[in-house]
Nanobody, 124 residues
C-alpha cells in the first residue's frame, strides 16, 4: 500500500521560506513522477509543481515559477518543495501526490496516490 506523508508546513511571514518534505513508501519511488498540489479555503485543488521519476524534468505553475523548487532524493524516497519569497496568496494545504507514470504532468487525474497534506500559512 502506497503511503505519502508530508511535513514541514507552518506559519511564516510574507517574504519568508519553508521547505516541505514528502516521504513515500509502498512502491518503487524512482519509477514514478511526484507532484505537489495545494488547496486554499473555498478553492479547488491546484497544481504547484511536478518532477519526473529520474528527477531530470520539472514543471511549475506560473504562480510559483522562480520562487519554488521541487526536488527528490530517490535513495531516501522523499520529494521536497523549497518555497521562497512566500506570499499571503500561497496560504493553502499542500499535498504531495504520486503519479501513475514516470512522466511529469500538471493534471490531477494523472496522480493515483495522495498524502493528507500540510498547512502553510503566510501572514502579511
Amino acid at each position: 500500500q502506497v503511503q505519502l506523508v508530508e511535513s514541514g508546513g507552518g506559519l511564516v511571514q510574507a517574504g519568508g521560506s519553508l521547505r516541505l518534505s514528502c516521504a513515500a513508501s509502498g512502491r518503487t519511488f524512482s519509477s514514478y513522477a511526484m507532484g505537489w498540489f495545494r488547496q486554499a479555503p473555498g478553492k479547488e485543488r491546484e497544481f504547484v509543481a511536478t518532477i519526473s521519476g529520474s528527477g531530470g524534468n520539472t514543471l511549475y505553475a506560473d504562480s510559483v515559477k522562480g520562487r519554488f523548487t521541487i526536488s527528490r532524493d530517490n535513495a531516501q524516497n522523499t520529494v521536497y518543495l523549497q518555497m521562497t519569497t512566500l506570499k499571503p496568496e500561497d496560504t493553502a494545504v499542500y499535498s504531495c501526490a504520486s503519479s501513475r507514470t514516470s512522466y511529469i504532468s500538471p493534471s490531477r487525474a494523472m496522480y493515483d496516490y495522495w498524502g493528507q497534506g500540510t498547512q502553510v500559512t503566510v501572514s502579511s
